[in-house]
Antibody
Framework: QLQLQESGPGLVKSSETLSLTCTIS??????????WGWIRQPPGKGLEWIGT???????YYNPSLKSRVTISVDTSKNQFSLKLSSVTAADTAVFYC?????????????WGQGTLVTVSS | QSALTQPASVSGSPGQSITISCTGT?????????VSWYQQHPDKAPKLMIY???QRPSGVPDRFSGSKSGNTASLTISGLQAEDEADYFC???????????FGGGTKLTVL
């Protein structure tokens, strides 16, 4: 059974870079037709797509975050990672790593449990 | 502001049917049959309930159905049950740049 697990600091200082890693178990990151990505949800608010990566390294980012986001993949470790630079309090959110079916990136069939990242001043 | 518009809340009694709307534009919902719906219980990760407008993943009860007309997609839950009480989010393909856009979410209360 495929499982995704986020890891990384739960507290990041304002203006610094948020870094998270997603470890995949029960399946391979090198799965044809499946993409891997990050979704965030500020406390009490809705969902926001951050970006997506294919195991080949192709990336797709939300235009509103593109200048601050980097998503990378490490196929040897079956992991992918998120870096979000120059964070502010508005970036405080639960971050989910996810698996997406197809390049349309609308069908998210597996979610990690989520990890809360708080940006402090 | 969310890209897709959903009602903030809907409610219904057990056994009744409810419909949640998700309104976008001709650039997203109206252009693609690529709308998905997610159910989220408090402090839990979302769960895929509908994809490609009207397709149900295995394990999702057939009480859940999806449809689309023009720029508006809809999720209908028939035979409401207490465990259906949750937040529901829609998501649409937004084109080559904005791949995925979400609605603001709808809180379903089962009275």
């Amino acid at each position: 059974q495929l499982q995704l697990q986020e890891s990384g600091p739960g507290l990041v200082k304002s203006s610094e870079t948020l870094s998270l890693t997603c470890t995949i178990s029960g399946g391979a990151i090198r799965s044809d037709g499946y993409y891997w990505g990050w979704i965030r949800q500020p406390p009490g608010k809705g969902l926001e797509w951050i970006g997506t990566i294919y195991y080949s390294g192709s990336t797709y980012y939300n235009p509103s975050l593109k200048s601050r986001v980097t998503i990378s993949v490490d196929t040897s470790k079956n992991q992918f990672s998120l870096k979000l630079s120059s964070v502010t309090a508005a970036d405080t959110a639960v971050f989910y790593c996810v698996r997406l079916k197809s390049s349309a990136m609308v069908t998210i069939d597996h979610w990690g449990q989520g990890t809360l990242v708080t940006v402090s001043s | 502001q969310s890209a897709l518009t959903q009602p903030a809340s809907v409610s219904g009694s057990p056994g009744q049917s409810i419909t949640i709307s998700c309104t976008g534009t001709s650039s997203d919902v109206g252009s693609y049959n690529l709308v998905s719906w997610y159910q989220q219980h408090p402090d839990k990760a979302p769960k895929l309930m509908i994809y490609d407008v009207s397709q149900r993943p295995s394990g999702v009860p057939d009480r859940f159905s999806g449809s689309k007309s023009g720029n508006t997609a809809s999720l209908t839950i028939s035979g409401l049950q207490a465990e259906d009480e949750a937040d529901y989010f829609c998501c649409s393909h937004g084109g080559s740049n904005t791949r995925a856009v979400f609605g603001g979410g709808t809180k379903l209360t089962v009275l």
